[in-house]
């Protein structure tokens, strides 16, 4: 069963504007929730984690159990922001990755 | 941060032969570790936990036969791709799971790409 949900494969922003990447789940427990990040020829790495409420490099993420949702928001977004993001739910002892959402912020 | 090698990043294979790729964590002991398969512009795909000193526990529709699993040490897993198809091309990353602080976080390896002919 699908339990992550990215429904944008690709997003475009300008540089400046304001981004959004959608994340949403399916867990009938409680779920611990994160958004990895992987910048061009790089490793995979953390970005936040829910259960931190921390903003990283500018970059939120609230968890709404109601709408069972996890998006990755910033209010401004810089070029070095391209990426490609995942969002990912921890169920036990394993992570299940969503499909992924390739940004790109333009000049 | 912790840090996790793979060896090797890349490798060409004739299909029928078997290929071994290392996981390891540089600077700090991992309990579990974690392989994925990612193909090209797709999310990671979760093979199977390694736990040390226990057999892994694989994911359904990922064959344990084929893929071979061994995590001897708390720093080193192996993943042995045996009978090496063109359909298992792909590229294979481990994950080594650590815990920060209050919760478990992850290291990702940079990833082995495998090519068979």
């Known amino acids: 069963a699908q339990r992550v949900t990215q429904p944008e494969k690709l997003l475009s922003v300008f540089k400046g504007a304001p981004v959004e990447l959608k994340c949403n789940y399916s867990y009938s427990g409680s779920p611990e929730l994160f958004w990895y990040v992987q910048y061009s020829r790089q490793r995979l790495q953390l970005l936040l984690r829910?259960?931190s409420r921390e903003s990283i490099k500018g970059f939120t993420a609230d968890l709404n159990k109601g709408e069972t949702s996890f998006h990755l928001k910033k209010p401004f977004a810089q070029e070095e922001d391209s990426a490609m993001y995942y969002c990912a739910l921890m169920s036990g002892n394993q992570f299940y990755f969503g499909t992924g959402t390739s940004l790109t912020v333009i000049p | 941060g912790a840090v996790v090698s793979q060896h090797p990043s890349w490798v060409i294979c004739k299909s029928g032969t078997s290929v071994k790729i290392e996981c390891r964590s540089l600077?700090?002991?991992?309990?579990?570790m974690f392989w994925y398969r990612q193909f090209p512009k797709q999310s990671l795909m979760l093979m199977a936990t390694?736990?040390?000193?226990?057999?892994?526990?694989?994911e359904q529709g990922v064959e344990k036969d084929k893929f071979l699993i061994n995590h001897a040490s708390l720093t080193l897993s192996t993943l042995t791709v045996t009978s090496a198809h063109p359909e298992d091309s792909s590229f294979y990353i481990c994950?080594?799971?650590?815990?920060?602080?209050?919760?478990?976080?992850?290291?990702f390896g940079p990833g082995t790409r495998l090519t068979v002919t």
């Open positions: 390694s736990n040390e000193g226990s057999k892994a526990t694989y």
């Open positions: 994950s080594a799971r650590v815990r920060g602080g209050i919760a478990y976080e992850q290291y």
């Open positions: 600077d700090f002991q991992a309990t579990t």
């Open positions: 829910h259960i």
